[in-house]
């Protein structure tokens, strides 16, 4: 999708549709074509900047270094290049900034030759992400990057796919963009793999990992607008939340919410909804008074104009 002024590259991959089955793992055609020459040794094991700061040497080092690791060590052995302390510091320093921002992104491109590239599910595929990286381009000054979710789960290489991401969100915050799919949830990610995967690379620290990668998907935006006219969101559109607060006596202890509906309750939400939404919950909610980012994280697409109740996910789903 282009405008007169920006161009805007949509990364073509797949809204997979989460169906109980378990889905297998298999390799891809740029898994065997590194973007980056793998070292005959071991690469020198990750360490945290001093001062904390992020340079573009320091994320190449993570690039070559997960690629290695990925292609020659058990993933048991994946803590002898990325440390539990570097772990932490990336994490606790890329929350800080997601944690920061709204709900919904609004991302404005610099001048005509700017780009921006939204990639949708990684899933893992952290050799699909390192080849994408080197044929779009690194994020610059005139090349943004909004990653549409689901970076976790299915893959072997959830975790090293988003950490790498942080780092690119530490190095570069106004030219790398991280929003939530449906799979930065507690539940998906017991279900499809990431838990089990953190667990056998990081051992008797596995729970602290995967409790700290439950606390960054909570602060992950929600939806992104582009030179204020897209919107991206990992699922889609979102109902408006269907009940007003009645008018009581002041004080909190006689406030009360009362959900009366419309006779026909699926309207869609507005963006100020959207804006008030609470988003730090490991499983958002599909009803309620906050079922909005359930519905921006799981809705699909459908034929018909409207909304209409999705039976497949037992939520909504709109076009």
Excluded at 20 to 34: E, G, K, V
Excluded at 102 to 122: A, F, K, R, Y
Excluded at 238 to 265: A, D, Q, V
Aim: net charge neutral; glycine share 6%.
């Amino acid at each position: 999708m282009s405008s007169d002024n920006n161009n805007i590259i949509i990364s073509p991959t797949s809204r997979d549709a989460d169906s109980s089955s378990t889905t297998t793992t298999t390799a891809t055609s740029s898994d065997n074509l590194s973007p980056f020459p793998s070292p005959a040794a071991a690469p020198v094991a990750l360490s945290w900047p001093p001062d904390g700061k992020l340079n573009l040497e320091w994320i190449q080092h993570i690039m070559s270094a997960l690629d290695w690791s990925s292609r020659n060590l058990p993933p048991s052995a994946f803590p002898s290049v990325f440390s539990v302390p570097v772990f932490d510091a990336l994490v606790l320093t890329a929350s800080k900034i997601l944690h920061k921002e709204p709900n919904c992104l609004q991302i404005e491109t610099l001048d005509s030759d700017s780009t921006v590239v939204v990639v949708g599910d990684l899933h893992g595929q952290l050799h699909d992400l390192l080849f994408l990286l080197k044929d779009a381009g690194f994020p610059a000054q005139n090349r943004i990057f909004v990653f549409n979710g689901d970076y976790v789960d299915r893959g072997a290489w959830g975790l090293e796919t988003f950490l790498l991401l942080l780092a690119w969100k530490v190095f570069m915050p106004h030219r790398v963009y991280l929003l939530r799919g449906n799979h930065e949830s507690k539940y998906c990610t017991s279900v499809y793999g990431f838990e089990k995967e953190v667990m056998t690379k990081y051992g008797d620290k596995g729970k602290h990992v995967y409790r700290k990668c439950l606390g960054c998907f909570e602060g992950l935006p929600l939806a992104s607008i582009i030179a204020g006219r897209v919107y991206t969101a990992h699922g889609g559109l979102f109902r408006s939340i269907p009940g007003t607060p009645s008018k009581r006596s002041k004080g909190k202890k006689n406030r009360r919410i009362s959900l009366n509906p419309e006779p026909n309750s699926l309207c869609l939400g507005s963006l100020e909804e959207l804006s008030k939404a609470r988003r730090s919950v490991l499983d958002p909610p599909w009803e309620g008074l906050n079922l909005i980012p359930g519905d921006v994280l799981w809705s699909d697409p459908s034929m018909s104009p409207g909304l209409s109740p999705n039976k497949e996910r037992a939520n909504h789903k709109i076009t």
